[in-house]
């Protein structure tokens, strides 16, 4: 199967911008996704971002996407307290079929005060 | 988006039971559900994915005997762990497939997930 990796934590300050990385190998992923997951809930879907994009904007999430490296990364502006959970990057497998998606490891984001 | 529910939302059971999650797609007809186990701190790992009417098609890995999967009707899936074991202690989500969203990058078929069971096995 295809990898996904994170890295697990990330501490930031409560205004300050927060920035999670993740890596993939399937060069043939067509949609790459961010997650949010809450202590104790399912997954919400943040945003998403076309293989044959570089940038989306939306708020204050920035997704970042390097094709060549393989390479996501999510910005998160102004980040609050609410913004702490764990992230989650996801990319939807072509190669297999259907709607597979592959999920990363996932970060957990903890915001101080 | 989607509202999907799952119950019970967290369950403890001896060894050797069986217990059945639900998960309700809410609001609209799902035609494919997927079941996911989620270790703590670990990531989602895709066990099956389950479509209406027909059999469960599970990962590899994973024992279909073990983890009897249901999709009756068009809003409704259902995972029975059998002879549940502590090592099945884990958080058991639910996801539905609400169609084909098309976008100027092409198709996109979104995931809403449910809000997850609890399963802990003494």
């Known amino acids: 199967g295809e990898d996904v990796e994170q890295s697990l934590f990330l501490s930031v300050r409560e205004g300050d911008s927060s920035v999670i990385n993740c890596t993939y190998t399937?060069?043939?992923?067509?949609?790459l996704y961010w997650y949010k997951q809450e202590p104790g809930a399912g997954l919400q879907l943040l945003t998403y971002?076309?293989?044959?994009?570089d940038m989306k904007q939306d708020q204050r999430l920035t997704v970042l996407l390097n094709k060549k490296d393989k390479h996501l990364s999510l910005r998160i502006a102004d980040t609050q307290t609410g913004d702490s959970a764990i992230y989650f990057c996801?990319?939807?497998?072509?190669?297999?079929?259907?709607?597979?998606?592959?999920f990363g490891t996932g970060t957990q984001l903890k915001v101080e005060l | 988006g989607a509202v999907v529910s799952q119950h019970p939302s967290w369950v403890i059971c001896k060894s050797g039971t069986s217990v059945k999650i639900e998960c309700r797609s809410l609001?609209?007809?799902?035609?494919?559900m997927f079941w996911y186990r989620q270790f703590p701190k670990q990531s989602l790992m895709l066990m099956a994915t389950?479509?209406?009417?027909?059999?469960?098609?599970?990962e590899q890995g994973v024992e279909k005997d073990k983890f009897l999967i249901n999709h009756a009707s068009l809003t409704l899936s259902t995972l029975t762990v059998t002879s549940a074991h502590p090592e099945d202690s884990s958080f058991y989500i639910c996801?539905?497939?609400?169609?084909?969203?098309?976008?100027?990058?092409?198709?996109?078929?979104?995931?809403?997930f449910g809000p997850g069971t609890r399963l802990t096995v003494l």
């Open positions: 996801s539905v497939t609400a169609g084909t969203v098309w976008t100027s990058g092409g198709p996109l078929h979104e995931q809403f």
């Open positions: 399937d060069s043939s992923s067509t949609y």
């Open positions: 971002i076309f293989s044959n994009m």
């Open positions: 996801a990319e939807k497998e072509v190669t297999g079929g259907g709607n597979k998606l592959t």
């Open positions: 609001d609209f007809q799902a035609t494919t």
């Open positions: 389950s479509n209406e009417g027909s059999k469960a098609t599970y």
